[in-house]
Structures are given as structure tokens and as C-alpha cells.
């Protein structure tokens, strides 16, 4: 449903939350380490580097926690509707603006 582009999206929402100062880096890190995405733009994590490890929401800051459940509860809606225009719709969409989300 996402594409394979959907770290793109998890690693924006990242690093707003880490520029607003609502996570620390280490949160970040940990963050991006269990969506298997890496700091840097162009390099996935290696099956070795990846970790699963579960999100536990109720570790980070009040408006991190809640903008991190928006994303996921969004993510529901997104995989619920069928329809979708594959060039705007979806997360990894060529016309897709990472900035038009609200939680990022």
C-alpha cells in the first residue's frame, strides 16, 4: 500500500519532531532504528542493523506521543481506502508533499 518510499515519510516526521525539540536524538535514533530507515536519506539499514523493537508511546513527551499516534491511526485510514491515485495519493506518490501531513 505505502511503496517503498514510506521510510521518506517516517524519516520527515523524525527528524520535525527532533528539530522541534519534542524527542531527543537518542529517541530519534531509536525511532528510525525500528522503522528499519537509517539517518542518512539514501542508506536503508541492513537486515543486521535493524532492530524490532516495539514503539512504546507512553515513553515520549505528551505532543511527540500524540503527533505519533495521529501518524499511525492515520496510516489505517490510508490502507482502508481502496481507491487511490497512485501519483498523489500515496505516501511514496511523485507528487506527494511529506509537509501537506499534519503530524509532520
Known sequence: TFGPGWQHVWRVMV???L???LISPKQAAGLLQAAGASTAEEAPLSHHDKKQK???LTRFPKLAAERLAFFFQSLKW???HA???AT???LT???FDPGSLPSL
Do not use: N
Open 93 to 95: 506518490g511523485a507528487h
Open 15 to 17: 527528524r520535525g519532531l
Open 78 to 80: 490510508v490502507d482502508s
Open 83 to 85: 481507491i487511490q491515485e
Open 19 to 21: 528539530s522541534e525539540s
Open 88 to 90: 498523489t495519493d500515496t
Open 54 to 56: 516495539p514503539i512504546h
